[in-house]
Nanobody
Framework: QVQLLESGGGLVQAGGSLRLSCAAS????????VAWFRQAPGKEREFVAR????????RYADSVKGRFSISRDYAKNTVFLQMNRLKPDDTAVYYC???????????????WGQGTQVTVSS
């Protein structure tokens, strides 16, 4: 079973950037997809971005399209989420997940990390 470890969260001013990392151990991400979700206090966990490990196909939530970019590093068995032009509404705990599905619901994925806090101040 794969273990996922997120890192890179923190406090940043609006308009700033952060890069989140999701490192896998136990097995590689292949051949599954890897996704980022986020959950703000009092809200449901929502889809942010997804990448297929083999082909690198990506998908983004409309709210982050053009600002966030998801990528992968085969050698490091790591997925990244580059977040630019951050807004206060991006404040949430960000979770990395992987699984065989290609959906955008949390139920489509099986393994989850512990999450990393991202706070964007206005």
């Amino acid at each position: 079973q794969v273990q996922l470890l997120e890192s890179g969260g923190g406090l940043v001013q609006a308009g700033g950037s952060l890069r989140l990392s999701c490192a896998a151990s136990g097995r590689t991400f292949s051949p599954y997809a890897v996704a980022w979700f986020r959950q703000a206090p009092g809200k449901e966990r929502e889809f942010v971005a997804r990448i297929t490990w083999s082909g690198g196909s990506t998908r983004y939530a409309d709210s982050v399209k053009g600002r966030f970019s998801i990528s992968r590093d085969y050698a490091k068995n790591t997925v990244f989420l580059q977040m630019n032009r951050l807004k206060p509404d991006d404040t949430a705990v960000y979770y990395c997940t992987t699984g065989p599905g290609l959906g955008v619901s949390p139920a489509d994925f099986g393994s989850w990390g512990q999450g990393t806090q991202v706070t964007v101040s206005s």
